[in-house]
């Protein structure tokens, strides 16, 4: 059956169809381990940007509380929570003992004067202290904007990597299939080129013996 699968050119279809399938298990291949080692290091790059996202986001949240985007109620909880805050508490303490330290020389510790300077001191005080607070939320929306940004683009350009990869993989597919059929379709002619060739042969080996007289 081999010889005469040879003959007819059916081993070398097979071999072709084997070639071919070679081939396209590599394309595969090759297609997955791209596809997985582009996806692998995007998702580091995205985790190394998470923290600028997250800080970002916790840091808009907290700019619409204080502009009460998401209602009364979250921003009045922002500032029951601002006013409570060991920073601005801290900072607050400070500067009151500061102004009572100076005016208990003067006798004035108790004074309507003092008075009206520590409220002036805290009203100051809060409005710098929020606005300042503000601007560092501000920075870190900033922040997030710019790792949110960067992000988009790494994912857009892995994405258009994969694209690519995987319309080239498609074009190699597409020719090694016409390659594959080309050479099927030449593989078809080889029993007949083969007949022919014998019947060649068989043509030479005869017309010189037809030219013999029996019995000469």
């Known amino acids: ?45 995205l985790g190394y940007l998470q923290p600028e996202l997250q800080g970002g986001q916790g840091a808009l949240k907290l700019l619409g509380d204080i502009l009460g985007v998401s209602g009364a109620g ?19 303490d400070a500067g009151t003992q500061a102004l009572n330290r100076a005016a208990a020389p003067r006798g004035l510790r108790w004074s309507g004067g003092q008075a009206q300077s520590l409220f002036d001191f805290g009203q100051r005080h809060f409005t710098d202290y929020l606005n300042n607070r503000t601007s560092n939320l501000f920075n870190l929306a ?19 990597n994969i694209a690519g990869a995987q319309f080239g993989t ?24 083969n007949l022919l060739g014998l019947g060649n042969m068989f043509a030479k080996f005869v017309n010189p013996l037809s030219g013999l007289k029996l019995g000469a």
Do not use: H
């Open 1 to 45: 059956m081999g010889l005469f699968d040879s003959f007819f050119g059916k081993s070398q279809a097979r071999d072709i169809e084997n070639a071919r399938g070679e081939a396209d298990s590599a394309y595969r291949k090759g297609l997955e381990q791209f596809t997985g080692t582009t996806k692998e290091y995007l998702d580091r790059s």
């Open 74 to 92: 979250p921003q009045q909880a922002y500032f029951d929570s601002f006013q409570t805050d060991p920073g601005f508490m801290a900072s607050l």
């Open 142 to 160: 900033g922040f997030g904007q710019n790792a949110a940004t960067n992000s988009a683009n790494l994912v857009s350009g892995a994405g258009n």
């Open 170 to 193: 498609g074009q190699l597919f597409g020719n090694n299939a016409i390659n594959t059929g080309n050479a099927m379709a030449q593989s078809r002619g080889v029993g007949i080129n």
